[in-house]
């Protein structure tokens, strides 16, 4: 069974960092695997954040770039979101998952559940 679990989130002042980490089961995270890095805000589309592939990351939410920062560690099955000079705008609830049809379409305004994807964990940022 696939599993995806994300931690780090919290509430949070804006200009402050948080590290999300995601500890993935049920399949081996290696330098061929595709993770993303997604994010649901209250009443907005489900939306792709950042991809990684061979710790280097492919893709960028152009509201984030250069404030966030993914990675993976294959030797703890674990990808990581690193966020600094959070914005209020950044609140949301972050799901990891080993789907990258976002790069494709848009999800739609949930984002999705199932095997690869992960149960979410909420960031908000206060002004």
């Known amino acids: 069974e696939v599993q995806l679990v994300e931690s780090g989130g919290g509430s949070v002042q804006a200009g402050e960092s948080l590290r999300l980490s995601c500890k993935i089961s049920g399949f081996t995270l290696d330098d061929e695997s595709d993770m993303a890095w997604y994010r649901q805000a209250p009443g907005y589309e489900c939306e792709l954040v950042s991809t990684i592939r061979n710790n280097i990351s492919q893709y960028y939410l152009d509201s984030v770039k250069g404030r966030f920062t993914a990675s993976q560690d294959n030797a703890k099955n674990t990808v990581y979101l690193r966020m600094d000079r959070l914005k209020p705008e950044d609140t949301a609830v972050y799901f990891c998952?080993?789907?990258?049809?976002?790069?494709?379409?848009?999800?739609?305004?949930?984002?999705?559940?199932?095997?690869?994807w992960g149960q979410g964990t909420q960031v908000t940022v206060s002004k």
């Open positions: 998952a080993a789907d990258l049809r976002g790069l494709e379409y848009g999800l739609g305004t949930t984002c999705p559940s199932g095997d690869y």
